[in-house]
């Protein structure tokens, strides 16, 4: 099976690495040629654009930052669309909408070609390992025929029904996400302005009822300062307006994800888009002018983590 990957950010980046250090065939298009450097290293192809990407491969991945640029790379010019043959398959593993998947899926079908959708979670630096969890969306056949690929990147793989079912869960996880990552900022500025030694009161959250992922993961980016997630503020309120619409989609009052949200807009509008998303918790600490830092940690998720 020849594989396409389109879209080599912080987390694309290291997806399609881990797809073509399995062996599979894989050609690679992204706007910054640069950032394919290591990837041609280990074997892959560079194409110029998506359409040469999808006339090379059976199956082609795209990993981008937002519906509209999803759109453009399948259906644009020198797009997905143009290049692929009948019987093909586009698998999006960017975060999308359930509408979005569902209205891309249309365009693609008189074109006889299949979709999966496959949204990840768990972090960039999970990516990086290779354990990174992949939820997917689509007839289970088409997931079973690609599963390999699927499972070259990634730990957990949950197949979670039809297409747009994988949206669904995928909003869901990351709402929780922010909503954890405020409240594990505020549970640390209590710690230390309650006078107790931030490198223990982590370790005793993280051994505690009240423990998160997010907490053994993101805390330890804020207690080192560097804040380096790898996942910006306006990819966060994305993924946040997507939870926002389903709220009232599905009729469920989303209290928590909306106060977050608002809060998450703050610190966009104080740090801009572009900063990390768990600066977030940069808001309490410049409002209160008590920075939340502690020796010992590392700089990046991944490096000196058990």
């Known amino acids: 099976m020849r594989y396409g990957y389109i879209g080599l950010g912080h987390l694309g980046g290291h997806l399609a690495a881990s797809l073509i250090k ?13 950032v394919a450097e290591r990837h041609i290293a280990l074997g892959a192809r560079w194409a110029r654009s998506a359409k040469e990407v999808a006339e090379a491969s059976d199956a082609v991945f795209t990993c981008l930052p937002s519906p509209a640029v ?5 259906v644009g010019p020198q ?3 143009e290049g692929m043959q009948p019987g093909g398959t586009w698998i999006e593993m960017s975060t999308l909408g359930r509408d979005d998947i569902m209205t891309l899926a249309a365009l693609a079908a ?27 969306g689509g007839e289970k056949t088409l997931f079973d025929q690609h599963r390999p690929a699927l499972q ?63 907490h053994e993961t993101e805390s330890q980016l804020i207690l080192n300062g560097s804040y380096d997630i790898g996942f910006t503020m306006d990819l966060a309120l994305k993924d946040l307006g997507f939870a926002m619409r389903f ?16 809060i998450f807009k703050q610190a966009q509008q104080t740090y801009g888009g572009e900063a990390w998303s ?25 490096e000196g983590m058990a």
């Open 152 to 214: 070259a990147m990634g730990g957990e793989i949950f197949h979670m029904g039809p297409l747009g079912s994988a949206s669904v869960i995928k909003v869901i996880t990351n709402m929780l996400a922010f909503i954890h990552l405020v409240a594990a900022g505020e549970a640390l500025m209590l710690a230390k302005r309650g006078g107790l030694d931030l490198a223990q009161a982590f370790h005793a959250i993280k051994a505690s009822s009240g423990n998160s992922f997010v």
């Open 22 to 34: 399995a062996g599979h065939a894989v050609t690679l298009h992204d706007i910054d040629p640069s």
């Open 278 to 302: 768990t600066q977030v918790v940069k808001l309490l600490e410049d409002q209160l002018q008590t920075h939340l830092r502690a020796p010992g940690f590392p700089a990046r998720l991944g």
């Open 247 to 262: 709220g009232e989609e599905f009729r469920v009052p989303l209290a928590l994800a909306g106060l977050t949200n608002q």
């Open 70 to 74: 999803s759109r453009k790379v399948l």
């Open 79 to 81: 797009g997905i669309l």
């Open 110 to 136: 008189p074109r006889g070609i299949s979709v999966l959708e496959c949204p990840v979670t768990g972090g960039v630096h999970r990516a990086a390992s290779g354990d990174i969890t992949l939820l997917v």
